[in-house]
């Protein structure tokens, strides 16, 4: 049984800093690439960033590139999203999902991510 648990929600004030970590549990961890997306309440959900199996490669989204750190510790499971400068439009459910590496890409679409975690909530005041 696959799984991916979130953890690290919360409320923060306007410029600070949150760190997301995201536990799999029931795949080979080291040949899935990551992401973690966010959604709000009406609005679609989005990416937010993504990383290679290897942690070679990279994507952030415009909205976050320069505050958003993703990363990711094979030996451990799991993967991270360090969330430097929040601004109240972060607030969000942050999921993080899996896809198996099929190619040198990185892949940003939600259909393109075949296992997702419950989700953890980031609420930002200002």
């Known amino acids: 049984q696959v799984q991916l648990v979130e953890s690290g929600g919360g409320l923060v004030q306007a410029g600070g800093s949150l760190r997301l970590s995201c536990a799999a549990s029931g795949i080979t961890f080291s040949i899935y690439d990551m992401g973690w997306f966010r959604q709000t309440p009406g609005k679609e959900r989005e990416i937010v960033a993504a990383i290679k199996w290897s942690g070679g490669s990279t994507y952030y989204a415009d909205s976050v590139k320069g505050r958003f750190t993703i990363s990711r510790d094979n030996a451990k499971n799991t993967v991270y999203l360090q969330m430097n400068s929040l601004k109240p439009e972060d607030t969000a459910v942050y999921s993080c999902?899996?896809?198996?590496?099929?190619?040198?890409?990185?892949?940003?679409?939600?259909?393109?991510?075949?296992?997702w975690g419950q989700g953890t909530q980031v609420t930002v005041s200002s």
């Open positions: 999902a899996a896809a198996l590496a099929r190619s040198s890409y990185i892949r940003t679409g939600i259909k393109d991510y075949e296992y």
